[in-house]
């Protein structure tokens, strides 16, 4: 089945010691975000590609990074976790970023930062 | 500024019918998305209305008005997996995609 997979599922890092989640897929889509959620808020765009432009959201913190090696595959990395990003971490994908175009989503990565 | 509202939570009866609204103000418009999210999971799409109207899909059917920024999710013939969060999400006129921060439905037997 065509699908949107997140490793790993749940990561737990010490305060300031770098992560990288991954997100691949299998549908071809162009376009894959990359949201963060915490409990009982709605998602937070940090950024997304539109095949290979790269479109960063104003108030997402330089600690954020992503790259996009190629149209299957992309990573979040997160330079220097802080308390305050301990969330879960959602890799979406569209075929395009307009109209009736549905967001698929991957299971989630769960970052516990201690 | 671009804002959704939804009530926070929400409790109904398996088998009965439940209805999740949803207000909006949103530069422009471009379609309203429903998502269930169960609990540590991931959204899953459930309808998207870009016209006045309600779309309808088994068990589950999506209204629109758009002069009235509102939209509302009606669950017929709860089960206790319905138990889960829905989100209203609109597209604005830069085809942005805003969230609202969902309604955690609670369905008691």
């Known amino acids: 089945d065509a699908m949107v997979i997140q490793n790993p599922r749940y990561q737990v890092t010490q305060f300031g010691k770098p992560v990288t989640l991954s997100c691949s897929q299998t549908l071809n889509h162009n376009v894959m975000y990359w949201y963060q959620q915490k409990s009982s808020q709605a998602p937070k765009l940090l950024f997304h590609?539109?095949?290979?432009?790269?479109?960063n959201e104003a108030d997402t913190p330089d600690n954020f990074q992503s790259r996009r090696p190629n149209t299957s595959f992309c990573f979040l990395d997160i330079r220097s976790p802080g308390l305050g990003d301990a969330a879960m971490y959602l890799c979406?994908?569209?075929?395009?970023?307009?109209?009736?175009?549905?967001?698929?989503f991957g299971a989630g990565s769960r970052l516990t930062v201690l | 500024g671009q804002n959704i509202d939804q009530p926070t939570e929400m409790t109904a009866t398996e088998g009965a019918i439940v209805q999740i609204n949803c207000t909006y103000q949103?530069?422009?418009?471009?379609?309203l998305f429903w998502y269930q999210q169960h609990a540590g999971e991931a959204p899953t799409f459930l309808s998207y209305n870009v016209l006045d109207g309600l779309e309808e899909k088994g068990r589950f059917s999506s209204f629109l008005s758009r002069s009235k920024g509102y939209s509302y999710l009606l669950l017929k013939e709860l089960q206790m997996k319905d138990s889960a969060s829905y989100l209203c999400?609109?597209?604005?006129?830069?085809?942005?995609?805003?969230w609202g921060a969902g309604t955690k439905l609670i369905i008691k037997p």
């Open positions: 949103t530069s422009g418009f471009n379609g």
């Open positions: 999400a609109v597209r604005d006129s830069n085809y942005q995609l805003i």
């Open positions: 979406a994908t569209s075929s395009d970023r307009s109209g009736a175009n549905v967001l698929t």
């Open positions: 590609y539109y095949d290979k432009d790269f479109n």
